[in-house]
Nanobody, 126 residues
Framework: QVQLVESGGGSVQAGGSLRLSCAASTFTVSSYCMGWFRQAPGKEREGVAG????????YYADSVKGRFTISRDNAKNTLYLQMNSLKPEDTAMYYC???????????????????WGQGTQVTVSS
């Protein structure tokens, strides 16, 4: 069973930075599509960033392009999300996810992922 554990969330002021980590067990992150999603209260879960199987290509939601960076450390079997220039609208619960199949058109769709972490809260104050 795929297990994912997120960490690194917290409270920051607007303009600050956070780095989220997602440690994987029972599988290797390079063998799966990996993504970061977020969900704010009263809103649907949205894809933030994704990295395909065995690839260094990365994909981002327009709202975070140029501010967030997704990366994967295969040696540590960990997925990261570096978040810079944070805005109050980035406030949400952030989840990492793994899926077996994705492509550039679906990588930010939650329906392509079947394994999810428990989430880590990010709060950005103005």
């Amino acid at each position: 069973q795929v297990q994912l554990v997120e960490s690194g969330g917290g409270s920051v002021q607007a303009g600050g930075s956070l780095r989220l980590s997602c440690a994987a067990s029972t599988f290797t992150v390079s063998s799966y599509c990996m993504g970061w999603f977020r969900q704010a209260p009263g809103k649907e879960r949205e894809g933030v960033a994704g990295i395909p199987t065995g690839s260094d290509s990365t994909y981002y939601a327009d709202s975070v392009k140029g501010r967030f960076t997704i990366s994967r450390d295969n040696a540590k079997n960990t997925l990261y999300l570096q978040m810079n220039s944070l805005k109050p609208e980035d406030t949400a619960m952030y989840y990492c996810a793994a899926g077996r199949y994705c492509n550039p058109y679906t990588i930010l769709s939650q329906y392509r992922y079947n394994s999810w972490g428990q989430g880590t809260q990010v709060t950005v104050s103005s």
